[in-house]
């Protein structure tokens, strides 16, 4: 469904990223419960998601980033942003505004950031992925006529303004749904075994991971 270009973003002023997250796709992760607001089990995927955001983070900055800003792409139910301020990288800064606005199509500006990551996503509706939806559960989304995830959806809304997403992450149903986009750096962090259950990779082996690729990205 792509019409790709080649971009050369202005990094004269520096290097600026957006880091858009959802919940569904972090590391550690294989109960549907951590990522619903209220739930007992959600302050846990609340640790899991800044600890993966925070391991991206460090790579961006390893990689020449400078500056990082995070903006919430999941909708718990919590009127707070899912990822916590006091755990979040002192070096990041959170987008929140007064108003709704949706973090998908909302956000795109001309020159504002010089590439997108993406981080805890999940595979789009009919992947058989760990909590796997586009959107929302029970639909389909469709682009140019083909099935998309919402990763692709950040690449097409900020591809009208030239920018594009550089890094992933997610179950091993995500990355092959992302085999339209073979320029980005990928991380696998758990194997998807049904809609309600996955088998993670240790933690630790998963952030080096999330670390290296972000830095590559």
């Known amino acids: 469904p792509w019409t790709l270009a080649a971009v050369a973003p202005d990094t004269t002023d520096g290097v600026r990223i957006l880091l858009i997250h959802d919940m569904e796709g972090v590391s550690g992760q ?4 951590t990522f619903d607001f209220g739930k007992p089990e959600y302050p846990e995927g609340q640790r899991l998601l800044v600890a993966d955001v925070n391991a991206v983070i460090e790579g961006l900055y390893a990689g020449g ?3 990082v800003e995070v903006v919430d792409g999941h909708g718990s139910g919590n009127p707070e942003p899912d990822v916590r301020r006091d755990l979040l990288d002192p070096r990041a800064e959170q987008i929140i505004r007064d108003e709704d606005f949706d973090a998908y199509i909302d956000l795109p500006v001309p020159a504002r950031y010089d590439a997108v990551v993406a981080v805890g996503m999940h595979a789009k509706t009919g992947s058989r992925g760990f909590a ?3 959107i ?3 639909i389909g989304v469709l682009l140019n006529g083909q ?3 919402e990763t692709e959806l950040v690449a097409a809304s900020w591809g009208r303004v030239g920018v594009p997403v550089i890094f992933a992450s997610g179950d091993d149903r995500l990355a092959a749904d992302l085999v339209t986009m073979p320029w980005i750096e990928f991380v696998v ?3 998807a075994l049904a809609a309600d259950s996955a088998a993670p990779r240790p933690v630790s082996e998963a952030h080096a991971d999330l670390t290296a690729a972000a830095r590559r990205a």
């Open 30 to 33: 294989s109960d549907p419960r």
């Open 65 to 67: 980033a400078t500056s």
């Open 132 to 134: 796997s939806h586009t």
């Open 136 to 138: 929302t559960l029970g």
């Open 147 to 149: 099935p998309i995830t």
């Open 189 to 191: 962090v758990k194997q």
